[in-house]
């Protein structure tokens, strides 16, 4: 049996998210699915952590133990083959007969994109929030900076407490680390990039929404503070729609 | 009652191409759906040509007279609030009342983009035809100019003579002119772009068809020459998949 880290990306748009699910199209089952159509081996591969419906992957890692020998590029390839195009494999390697793909996780970093245009092109607007309306960006950056460090982020965890139930592995608590949350303009997109040691269920998108209020005035970077250390979620924005997420890279 | 010209973009993937078809998602129908439940009024917008399933669009041009009075700027908004993202009006003008967008057409520019890298990303596998295979990529551009001028184009027409019968306006014969036919190539893209004063059904689909089997080593430009003398669809290439296809401009 070998154990194997598995590199991949994906268009969640036509997908219900990574966790499998009965009768439902999930990356997890998908990916299972071809594994075991190209290795006759019946697996269920580990995320790093699950995506909602609709949240893309640029980089999304998984382990998964096989007993098949086949080398590492046909399994790849008939991988790929195998997979809707939505979903690629970038790359297999072998791991230590340990890894973990989420409990040795040490860091993630996830985009947002949000589409400033009036009219979005047809070809981006699967992969962004359209937002045409006035923001004020330099607020949502100073907004944006107030996360940063080690903090409590109850208020920005799902309201639903059944999606929160953690997974093995995972903190106890919701304190979390934010190395860097910054936004950033790239021509018509208004990018925020955020790289921290672990995210509550919804997390990114949550501070998104929080964010988005101080982008339309009703909140300032003081407000957003007070928001954070109150630990209640009923103070925080709405929670940005999916479309806008990229998990783009899981550091190990 | 005002004349209008419509500038549109699309996402073909998700639908049954231009054409009104019952029961069918196609561009041109939920466009005169969308013009009804802004306006009241049913009409049915004339495309400069129909694209098929799965083509897209950056520049499709559609003639309509509407009766409204409301504002170009509102009824583009309101029409891209109730067309679904993957169709979008780029502009709204008033045009001569006699301005009808296919038999005023006086030239058109295609694109056709095929993906050379091994994995094609997610993000761009709706938008591209995927060939990671050898190709022979000075053959193929050898092979496009062949077609530049005027010539009967028989031999590229689509094979399915019903689907040929020609709509009111277009010239009875297979006799196109080709301004420009060429492939360059953009990072992991080997791109065609071709412009003529006009298409026969399925033509560019079949001359990049027969393009790759100039890539294939399997006819050279001189054989390309033969086939399009040939006046006999049997000769050339297999009809390339929609996913490549993109509609750039309309030339007036």
Known sequence: VRNLKLLLAYDGTDFHGWQVQPDRPTIQGLLAGAIERVTGERTLPQGSGRTDAGVHALGQVASVAIASPIPF???SIALN???PAAI???SVEEAPADFHARHAAQAKTYQYRIYRGAICPPFVARYVYHHPYPLDEPAMMAAAAVVEGEH???SFAAADQDR????EGEPADNVRTIYTSRWRREGEEL???VRGNGFLHHMVRNLVG???LAGKGKVDSAGVRRILEARDRSLAGATAPASGLFLISVEY
């Open 81 to 83: 083959d195998t997979l």
């Open 73 to 75: 590029q046909n399994l």
């Open 191 to 193: 990018v925020y990039e």
């Open 164 to 167: 929160t139930a953690r997974e």
């Open 210 to 212: 929080t964010f988005l």
């Open 88 to 90: 690629r494999v970038l």
């Open 152 to 154: 409590d982020f109850t």
